[in-house]
């Protein structure tokens, strides 16, 4: 009797503390997996045990907006248990809104190329260019075209696409992808 009394208390306390161990152990467990198939499938379980233990909160914001009803359009409907919650829209919320939308807004003026001339030449890293203008600006070479840019040569800063600018000497057809620096 008193056996079986101490093999149930075994079992249960390593049942409960295998319930209560912790992620950072099981994680560790499923990275030592070699077998990529393993370790993919000990990571999904590991996720859903982590997802059902959690607790649900409630969503921290939700802008509730409805529209407006004619009256000959409203029907008889049970009453709401939840209660509608109140955003307080800041700068942040008007940033997120504004993602993505720069380019809807013109500028007035856009300057889509530029004129100077070269004070200095560096090679750094794998023979990139740092380029310092007269005005002292500086710029880097950020692709790994060949140009030859020499001090005093004029030079030409246009825009492409995505937000790529673009160096051209006025001697040469050839150009290179370059970012401010300074």
Same mark, same amino acid.
């Given at each position: 009797?008193?056996?079986?009394?101490?093999?149930?208390?075994?079992?249960?306390?390593?049942a409960?503390?295998?319930?209560? &161990?912790?992620?950072?152990? @099981?994680?560790?467990?499923? &990275?030592?997996?070699?077998? *990529?198939?393993?370790?993919?499938?000990? +990571? @999904?379980?590991? &996720?859903?045990?982590?997802? *059902?233990?959690?607790?649900?909160?409630?969503?921290?914001?939700?802008?509730?907006?409805?529209?407006?009803?004619?009256?000959?359009?409203?029907?008889?409907?049970?009453?709401?248990?939840?209660?509608p919650?109140?955003?307080?829209?800041?700068?942040? &919320?008007?940033?997120?809104? /504004?993602?993505?939308?720069?380019?809807?807004?013109?500028?007035?003026?856009?300057? /889509?190329?530029?004129?100077?001339?070269?004070?200095?030449?560096?090679?750094?890293?794998?023979?990139?260019?740092?380029?310092?203008?007269?005005n002292?600006?500086?710029? +880097?070479?950020? @692709?790994?075209?060949?140009?030859?840019?020499?001090?005093? /040569?004029?030079?030409?800063?246009?825009?492409?696409?995505?937000?790529?600018? +673009?160096?051209?000497?006025?001697?040469?057809?050839?150009?290179?992808?370059?970012k401010?620096?300074?």
């Open positions: 009797m008193n056996l079986n009394k101490l093999v149930t208390f075994v079992v249960v306390c390593l409960i503390s295998h319930v209560q &161990a912790d992620p950072i152990t @099981d994680i560790q467990k499923c &990275a030592g997996i070699k077998d *990529s198939l393993k370790r993919l499938v000990c +990571y @999904d379980t590991l &996720a859903k045990s982590l997802k *059902s233990s959690r607790t649900t909160k409630p969503p921290v914001a939700v802008r509730v907006t409805e529209p407006k009803k004619h009256p000959s359009d409203l029907v008889a409907a049970r009453p709401s248990q939840t209660k919650m109140v955003v307080k829209q800041s700068k942040e &919320a008007n940033k997120v809104d /504004d993602f993505g939308g720069e380019h809807l807004k013109k500028a007035k003026e856009s300057i /889509d190329e530029v004129f100077f001339t070269v004070k200095s030449v560096k090679k750094v890293l794998h023979n990139k260019l740092v380029i310092t203008f007269e002292g600006q500086v710029w +880097y070479q950020t @692709d790994d075209n060949f140009l030859k840019v020499l001090p005093g /040569d004029r030079v030409k800063l246009s825009k492409g696409m995505l937000g790529v600018i +673009y160096l051209k000497t006025e001697k040469q057809k050839r150009r290179i992808k370059v401010r620096r300074k």
